[in-house]
């Protein structure tokens, strides 16, 4: 199993503290959940741990091997995939083409057979052309592989990104609010697809504000606010944490401010009773 | 140490100029995200303005200056942002680029048409040359003002920037555009004042030196580059970064001056025109230097038409027509036209060299014709006796030199890199070409190519040569594209740092498009077959190549060949118009040829209006004649068939081109609506009439008599554009269905979203990408969880 660790990760922006000693650890066949209200940092730890931006200090290390010195493309080929907060697809690409791409960036020219992952065949041999098959299919995407990625409606291309992330097969998958732009029906199947693949072993780090699909997928939950993580635990701990609850509602819960309590409370409680539910304000 | 002290000033007042370029350069960048490269085109202009009242109009210096500096410069800056900055803010780095590059070019034109070159307008300095002693020295007065300019204008700015409303504006605009709006400002009238205050800037600058120098406009026009150089150390932002960046290059071209003796040489180099070289190397250092850009996650936008790459039967089929047509359009052709065409053929070579680069992966060069001089050079010193292993040391040369020039750039965003290869075509007008030892006489003989027992004598061969080269590099390229290479490059266009993430090296596998780019353009030189000067591989002659590239359309092969061809029309028309002047009532009186030189500038700068260039509507309008077997034997049969008529002798060579454009434009298009079976639901067109029309249309333009009715060969090719019109429009007409390429293509529009069913969140979030909001602001307002908390 492999494991992503993140140990003391800071990235100051000239005067501006945006990550401040943040620590986490993924591990292979878990999902792992990373929240906080906006400007918490969420996306900023994404990007220093794919390399897109240097931290100023902090080490990331992926099964043992320190990657804090390779730069972003060297970190996906040994295995750190994510996909963005803002979709990024290749719009002018089909679908097919938009998988296809994924995997020809790994595997240069080859057009060997090669076992698959483990989330596909289950490690039955297979040739490039299948595995592009096999990942449109498992995001049902099949039907849609030859139109433009441009054309598709946000939920849809975001399903896309996944699946570009998932074709460059890897170790562990870091996704900046999956969710957002897709309906309820669809963010119920999206969660059941991530439980699936973890159940394969992939280890996942989610960022995501639709707090009823983190607290059904998540197994453990880390909480940042101001750059730092003020919480960490499974999501039972973390529904009931004070310092939490204080964070999303700028101030210790008093009697009528309890709107974004409740929304997690009941979104939690959605999650671990009665199948799908959004918290909140409607 | 006088010495020292003079050339200190004299660099220092230099620095003064650059510096006050450079800000304006900055000011409008920051503010527009547009990097003007007409800023020098501005400055030149406004010193012709100075020149033109104050020597020609007789008006005093004071006046003159207010009056160009303060009235015309920002008036013309505001209605530059106004008319055609405007409507590009939201355009690809690329069409930004060619549409300033455009209007510097347009601009250089009409200055020489207004202005034309042959007379001398001396500037006379400020305070008549009169000077003050220093420490011992000689000063002018004149660089005392200059200098004291600068530093006024570096306090001005400082406080314009940070005490009023309108400098606030501006740093707003830089931070974030929609929030600046959604509070109330106008982003559109803080960009057109920023324009007007760098137009004013541009002016001042351009006025002290015409006051210093002869004035040139291509010299002026051309001093941007150093403006260039100095604003790249403050990254092109930072106004304190290009202070600085002034003083060293002014200071570094003033002690080059007083301390590199003209005659001292580094081996076969001359080191005469180092002064001229050391912006371009400063440029590049400076670049070097830089670390890398960061890689942003933007979110992606839709692309406008995503361009189907053809199939590779197309490419081929392709291929074999444009053989074919050259070699039957070239047996027609008198000697001087011959050369013309087939010089036009060698364009459409060298334009192709973007397609991989520009049109595939979204960058940009402005030095295709120093490759080109490259390969040129290369074969002649291999080659000389036409050898195919002088071809392929141009080529593999010219691959390594790009992949060696482009590298520091492209680790950094698409303007650095434009700027870079205008910067590598400086300095080898002067280091390579400028060297009489490397080009004797300033001209260079490249040898036609000897291949195989096929040897390039006479310029019907190298018409034949470059139309095979064309075809055979055109389906390499389309072949490329459907590779996984093209579709990773592809990719990198689209999301370079979702690419990253995927594992993708960008920036080798960009230097690998540029290596290929530039190999291209190497080739295009290496099988010339004709006289070059050194002129003739200047940066002003690789603008236009890029530009009328772009206007073809350069996400595709035929557009690459549209362009080339457009470039090759220009000295085609101009010889045919010779003789024609265009007069707007009898004031004004322009001769053709004069129209024609900023032509290329005009065609550029009405990208943006169509971004895409004009081959993909002209793909849609052919695709489908493609797909149908009676019309694609029409066109074939008709096109041998008026070949022969003309080699017969039955109609004359006029009578020829004016029936080939009917057959081309009107009679080709309309034939797969013509043979498409009924559907029961369609228009059905009047097949009949409309076939007598074109028939009758086709017959008249091959038997008017076109040469003997009409004198002027302006004046018939006109005509037969009018008539080639009509025919097509009454042909419509008479038909009743119009093609679809000819409909205007409709977007859905964001306000129609959601009206056939309830708006879904995603729904929301689709129409706040569609009008550029920004997708952050949208979960509190439409979504839940916890971020929904009121």
Known sequence: MSSLEVTDLSVRFGGHLAVGGVSLRVDGGRICGLIGPNGAGKTTTFNAICGVITPTSGRVVLDGRDVSKLSTHQRARVGI????????????????????????????????????????????????????ELILQRLQLTELADLPVGSLPTGQARLVELGLALAARPRVLLLDEPASGLDERETVDFGNLLVDLAGAGLGILLVEHDISLVMRVCEHLSVLDFGQVIAAGDPVAIRSNEAVLAAYLGAPAGDDELVGAAAIAEAAGHANGHGPGRGGAS | MDKFLTFTIAGLSTAAIYAIAASGLVVTYTTSGIFNFAHGAFGMLAAFAYWQVNQGWGVPVIPSVILVVFVMAPLFGAVIERGIMRGIEGAS?????????????????????????????????????????????AVPYSRILTMAIAIAVAVGLRLVLRRTRLGVAMRAIVDDRALLQLNGGRPGRTAMLAWALGAGLAAVSGVLIASEQTLSAVTLTLLVVNAYAVAVVGRLRSLPGAFLGAVVLGLAESYATGYIDPSYALGPVSLQNLRTAIPAVMLFVVILVQPEARLRAHGVSRPRSPVRPPSQVTAIWGGIALVLVAAAVGSLLSAPDLNLVSKGFGFALITLSLVPLTGYAGQISLAQMTFTGIGALAMATWGATGSPVGVAIAVVLCAVVGAVVALP?????????????????????????????????????????????????????????????????????????????????????DSPVACATLGLN?????????????????????????????????????????????????????????????????????????????????????????????????????????????????????????????????????????????????????SFFAALLVFVVAVVPLLPILFAPDTPEGPRPRRAATGIWLALGLLVAAFLPWADRISSNGWRILGIGVFTFLVLRVAIGVMGVVPESLKKVEHPSPDELGLDRPLSRADALDAGRSLGLDEELMPSAVGAGIGGAP
Do not use: H
């Not at chain 1, 994924?102 to 057009?111: C, T």
């Not at chain 2, 490397?438 to 019907?460: A, K």
């Not at chain 2, 065609?603 to 797909?627: H, K, N």
């Open chain 2, 93 to 137: 780095e690329v069409v930004k680029i060619v549409v300033t590059v455009s209007l510097m070019v347009a601009l250089l034109g009409i200055a020489n048409v207004i202005w034309p070159p042959d007379v001398a307008r001396p500037v006379p300095p400020f305070f008549a040359g009169k000077t003050v002693e220093i420490a011992g020295v």
């Open chain 2, 409 to 493: 750039a492209l680790r950094l965003s698409g303007i650095y890199l434009a700027l870079a290869t205008a910067a590598f075509a400086l300095f080898c007008t002067s280091m390579v070409f400028g060297q009489s030892e490397v080009m004797p006489g300033g001209s260079i003989q490249v040898p036609g190519l000897s291949i195989g027992g096929f040897e390039v004598t006479n310029d019907y061969r190298q018409l034949i040569l470059f139309a095979v080269t064309f075809a055979l590099l055109g389906n390499l390229l389309v072949l490329l594209r459907r590779s996984a290479w093209g579709r990773r490059v592809a990719a990198m266009k």
């Open chain 1, 81 to 132: 995939g994510r996909t963005f907060q803002r979709l990024e697809v290749f719009s002018s690409l089909t679908v097919r083409d938009n998988v296809r791409v994924g995997l020809e960036i790994r595997k240069g020219w080859s057009r060997r057979r090669a076992p698959a992952p483990a989330f596909l065949a289950g490690g039955a041999d297979i040739s490039p052309v299948d595995e592009v």
């Open chain 2, 506 to 654: 960008l920036t080798s596998t960009k230097v690998g498009v540029f290596a290929l780019s530039a190999a291209i353009a190497g080739l295009g030189g290496a099988l010339a077959g004709r006289t070059f000067i050194a002129d003739d591989f200047g940066l002003t002659n690789s603008l236009p190549i890029t530009m009328l590239a772009v206007v073809g359309g350069i996400g595709s092969v035929a557009g690459a060949f549209l362009g080339g061809l457009l470039l090759g029309a220009i000295p085609i028309a101009s010889t045919i118009f010779a003789a024609n002047a265009i007069g707007i009532f009898r004031f004004v009186s322009m001769p053709v040829t004069d129209v024609l030189s900023f032509t290329p500038g005009l065609m550029g700068i009405s990208l943006g209006q169509e971004p895409d260039g004009a081959a993909p509507q002209m793909a849609a309008g052919y695709r489908a004649v493609g797909e149908s077997v009676p019309s694609l034997v029409i066109a074939g049969v008709g096109g041998v068939g008026l070949w022969f008529a003309t080699r017969a002798g039955v109609i004359t060579k006029w």
